[in-house]
């Protein structure tokens, strides 16, 4: 039963005032990658990069493979690699790769990077990244090859740039932190999600402690700078008890960063085949268990930069000093990667079933060409304010509104005065971030997965609606 005078429920109203479930989804890229669609005219790589700056791009490698599908993952990943479909795979990510280089080579303008002046010095990376999946179900030597990959066929220098890379306790052996380390790897992050096995059964994500624990003093002994642990909330049948339990065997560790992630149960997966508590329950139980979270972490000394994440003062940044996510390019490389351009996000089918993302994989081993782009969005002058505003806002610091002037000549209460004005109303504004700044309450902070869908245009909203699941 649901109280319209209460605050704190997520089905109450004040006064006229609806109040959104907090949990209404995680909103890590805009516009999501259900939006996509195949794209008719397949345009050229080289056309599409032709007039974008690539001085500070992003490059991201997607491997997607998994010893285990999580029982809460909807990402884009297949439990084994069977048949050397692992060399298979790499096979195409460096065809994928000389394609990609050619096309960013084109056209650029020479001189405008440090060396000899050749057109290969306009490109530059800013920031690296191997996701997935799980990157480390390579084998070492395979890490090796996907290290060549990014910096022999793409040009990133992954000793000088922060490079963040994903394993997992059973992958993260020393010998492929060994050489993830060697080739300039910055940041681990490992998907721990709870210390309690009971929890990690409930998650369809066994594991032992003692098997977490020891990946996590082979990643210390690697002496990589960033260690990020990824802990889940929300499990059935945790509590504050079990949480704080989680939480306080992280910081054992003294990570650099802490990711607290809500739970979801998502279409496909095998949590969201099973039975759940009412949303209302569930979603003040996460509200809770997040909220006790934040608190013992910012008791602990760590600063949060947004709902998820937490970080030690003082601790390396994940992303380069000039690397802005609303402006600069995106090259990713993988069937599950996204690539952004200015006026075009793309990439690669998409599923989250076994059969069909098997399907996906198998016939991205065997592409030759990769010139051109296949699925994607484009993205007009109101997606690219939406999008600038969404990943903006959703970080603790807030918008400088004088930023989103010089982008776009507007200011973002004239282009969102109706969404403004109730995040304002439902008091998830700061009102005393001060004149020029934008920035969210910490109760703003804390119903981040309700704010970020409610910027999402009604286009792609329709065209989110309308895919077909698979």
């Known amino acids: 039963m649901t109280d319209p005078n209460d605050p704190t429920d997520p089905n109450s109203t004040t ?51 998994c010893e285990v599908r999580c029982g809460f993952c909807n990402l884009f990943t297949r439990i084994g690699a069977p048949d050397e479909l692992t060399t298979r795979y790499l096979d195409a990510l460096d065809r994928q790769a000389t394609a990609v280089a050619d096309a960013l080579h084109t056209n650029t303008v020479p001189g405008t990077g440090t060396g000899t002046g050749t057109e290969a010095d306009s490109v530059r990376f800013a920031a690296a990244a191997f996701g997935g999946g799980t990157p480390t179900f390579l084998t070492a030597g395979e890490l090796e090859r996907l290290c060549d990959i990014a910096e022999k ?39 721990v999600q709870s210390f309690v096995e009971e929890e990690a059964k409930a998650a369809v994500r066994p594991q032992r402690r003692s098997d977490v624990e020891a990946a996590l003093g082979r990643i210390r002994d690697a002496r990589i700078p960033v260690l990020n642990i990824d802990l889940i909330y929300g499990i059935d049948g ?8 989680s939480l306080d065997a992280a910081l054992a560790w003294r990570p650099e960063e802490l990711y607290l992630y809500p739970l979801y149960a998502r279409p496909l997966t095998p ?18 268990l997040y909220r006790q979270g934040r608190d013992h972490l910012l008791a602990q000394g760590y600063e949060q930069v947004s709902m998820r994440m937490f970080r030690l003062p003082g601790a390396p940044r994940e992303g380069a000093d000039d ?15 996204r690539s952004y351009t200015s006026d075009l996000h793309y990439s690669f089918d998409y599923a989250v079933g076994m059969r069909e993302i098997r399907t996906i994989i198998d016939a991205y081993t065997v592409t030759e060409d990769f010139s051109r ?32 002037r010089e982008r776009f000549g507007s200011r973002p209460e004239d282009d969102f005065p109706a969404e403004l004005d109730r995040f304002a109303d439902l008091g998830w504004l700061d009102a005393d971030a001060g004149p020029g700044l934008l ?9 981040s997965d309700a704010l970020g869908p409610a910027l999402f245009s009604p286009a792609v909203r329709a065209a989110m609606a309308s895919y077909e699941l698979k």
């Open 15 to 65: 006064g006229t005032l609806t109040r959104p479930r907090p949990y209404e989804s995680y909103v890590y890229a805009y516009p999501h990658k259900t939006a996509y669609r195949p794209l008719a005219d397949r345009p050229a790589l080289s056309a599409l990069w032709a007039g974008e700056r690539k001085d500070a791009l992003s490059l991201y490698l997607h491997i997607p493979f």
């Open 153 to 191: 066929r793409m040009g990133a220098d992954l000793r000088a740039v922060p490079l963040s890379v994903e394993t997992s306790p059973s992958t993260a052996t020393a010998d492929r932190l060994s050489v993830l380390a060697d080739r300039g790897a910055t940041r681990l992050s490992i998907g």
């Open 238 to 245: 945790q509590t504050p008890r079990s949480w704080r339990l």
């Open 271 to 288: 949590l969201g085949r099973r039975a759940h508590p009412s949303e209302a329950g569930w979603d003040a139980q996460r509200l809770e």
């Open 323 to 337: 690397y802005a996510c609303q402006t600069d390019g995106m090259i990713g490389l993988g069937c599950g990667a």
């Open 373 to 404: 782009a296949e699925v994607g969005r484009a993205v007009d002058a109101d997606e690219a304010r939406r999008r600038h505003l969404l990943q903006s806002l959703l970080q603790a610091e807030g918008m400088a509104v004088a930023d989103y």
């Open 439 to 447: 920035r969210l309450s910490p109760e703003g902070l804390a119903h």
